[in-house]
C-alpha cells in the first residue's frame, strides 16, 4: 500500500492537524485503509513515548485518518513537524499486531431494541446479522463522543444504517450499536443516536482504573455471541 503524505493545517495557534486521508471523520461513507490507521496509531505512541514530548507536546490525538497534535505554548511549530516526520518515516517497519480483545456479546431483546429495525432496513435475518457483526476483526481507529467510546472500524458494509433522526434519550452503558459505517459500545449512559443490538456486561471505561479506557486506538476487537434474546 502506498501511504499519502499528510496535510498540514492549523486549529488554533497551537494545535495541528495532520490530514492523511480526505474521509477523515467518523461516520463517513469512506474509512482509512486499516494499514494507514495502525500506522497513525503508531505514530501517536511514538510522539507520546518520545523523551521531547514533555516540552513539545500537551496531547496527541489520533482520529480516523488524521492525527491532532497540541503543543506547548512555548514549542515551536518546526521541531513538532520534524519529529513526528522523522517518527513517520520510522514507522514504515513491520510491526507486531497487537493483542485481539474479545467482548462477548447477548443480542437482541430488551438490550437490543433496534435490531427489528436493522434488519427490515438490511432485508438480512437476524441470525445473519449477528453472523456478520461477530465475524470482523475491528480495529479501534480513535476514541470520541464520551470517556472511553471507540469507533470500531471493520463493519460489514451490508450493516451499515444511517444514525437516528431522533437520538434516544438515554442508552444504557455496554450498549452494543451501529451508526453509519461504525460499530461502538457505549461505555456510560447517555443519549445517543445509533442502532442498539446488543449488550455487554464488560466494563469500557473505569475513571479509577489504570489505564481509565479498556480499548485504545489501534487496538483489535472481536464481539463474541453469548445469546440471542427474542
Same mark, same amino acid.
Given at each position: 500500500m502506498s501511504i499519502p503524505e499528510p496535510s498540514i493545517s492549523y486549529v488554533t495557534e497551537s494545535a495541528i492537524l495532520l490530514r492523511f486521508n480526505e474521509h477523515d471523520h467518523p461516520g463517513t461513507e469512506m474509512q482509512p485503509d486499516p494499514a494507514l490507521q495502525i500506522r497513525i496509531c503508531q505514530l501517536a505512541l511514538a510522539l507520546r513515548s518520545h523523551p521531547d514530548n514533555a516540552r513539545l507536546l500537551q496531547e496527541v490525538v489520533p482520529g480516523p485518518g488524521n492525527l491532532l497534535l497540541v503543543m506547548h505554548r512555548d514549542a515551536i511549530a518546526e521541531q513538532v513537524l520534524q519529529q513526528a516526520e522523522s517518527l513517520w518515516l520510522d514507522s514504515d517497519q513491520p510491526q507486531a499486531a497487537s493483542s485481539l480483545i474479545e467482548i462477548p456479546v447477548s443480542y437482541g431483546g430488551k438490550h437490543g431494541? @433496534?435490531?427489528?429495525?436493522?434488519?427490515?432496513?438490511?432485508?438480512? @435475518?437476524? @441470525?445473519?446479522?449477528?453472523?456478520?457483526?461477530?465475524?470482523?476483526?475491528?480495529?479501534?481507529? /480513535?476514541?470520541? *463522543?464520551?470517556?472511553? *467510546?471507540?469507533?470500531?472500524?471493520?463493519?460489514?458494509?451490508?450493516?451499515?444504517?444511517?444514525?437516528?433522526?431522533?437520538?434516544?434519550?438515554?442508552?444504557?452503558?455496554?450498549?452494543?450499536?451501529?451508526?453509519?459505517?461504525? #460499530?461502538?459500545?457505549?461505555?456510560?449512559? #447517555?443519549?445517543?443516536?445509533?442502532?442498539?443490538?446488543?449488550? #455487554?456486561?464488560?466494563?469500557? *471505561?473505569?475513571?479509577?482504573?489504570?489505564?481509565? /479506557?479498556l480499548l485504545k486506538p489501534g487496538d483489535r476487537l472481536r464481539f463474541v455471541p453469548v445469546g440471542v434474546s427474542s
Amino acid at each position: 500500500m502506498s501511504i499519502p503524505e499528510p496535510s498540514i493545517s492549523y486549529v488554533t495557534e497551537s494545535a495541528i492537524l495532520l490530514r492523511f486521508n480526505e474521509h477523515d471523520h467518523p461516520g463517513t461513507e469512506m474509512q482509512p485503509d486499516p494499514a494507514l490507521q495502525i500506522r497513525i496509531c503508531q505514530l501517536a505512541l511514538a510522539l507520546r513515548s518520545h523523551p521531547d514530548n514533555a516540552r513539545l507536546l500537551q496531547e496527541v490525538v489520533p482520529g480516523p485518518g488524521n492525527l491532532l497534535l497540541v503543543m506547548h505554548r512555548d514549542a515551536i511549530a518546526e521541531q513538532v513537524l520534524q519529529q513526528a516526520e522523522s517518527l513517520w518515516l520510522d514507522s514504515d517497519q513491520p510491526q507486531a499486531a497487537s493483542s485481539l480483545i474479545e467482548i462477548p456479546v447477548s443480542y437482541g431483546g430488551k438490550h437490543g431494541a @433496534d435490531l427489528p429495525q436493522l434488519a427490515r432496513h438490511t432485508g438480512l @435475518d437476524i @441470525d445473519e446479522i449477528i453472523s456478520r457483526h461477530s465475524a470482523p476483526e475491528y480495529l479501534v481507529q /480513535c476514541l470520541g *463522543f464520551m470517556a472511553g *467510546f471507540a469507533y470500531l472500524g471493520g463493519l460489514h458494509p451490508s450493516l451499515a444504517i444511517p444514525r437516528k433522526k431522533t437520538p434516544a434519550a438515554s442508552i444504557p452503558a455496554g450498549a452494543v450499536a451501529i451508526g453509519g459505517h461504525y #460499530t461502538g459500545i457505549y461505555p456510560a449512559a #447517555t443519549p445517543g443516536g445509533w442502532h442498539i443490538i446488543g449488550h #455487554t456486561q464488560v466494563s469500557l *471505561f473505569d475513571p479509577q482504573g489504570n489505564p481509565p /479506557c479498556l480499548l485504545k486506538p489501534g487496538d483489535r476487537l472481536r464481539f463474541v455471541p453469548v445469546g440471542v434474546s427474542s
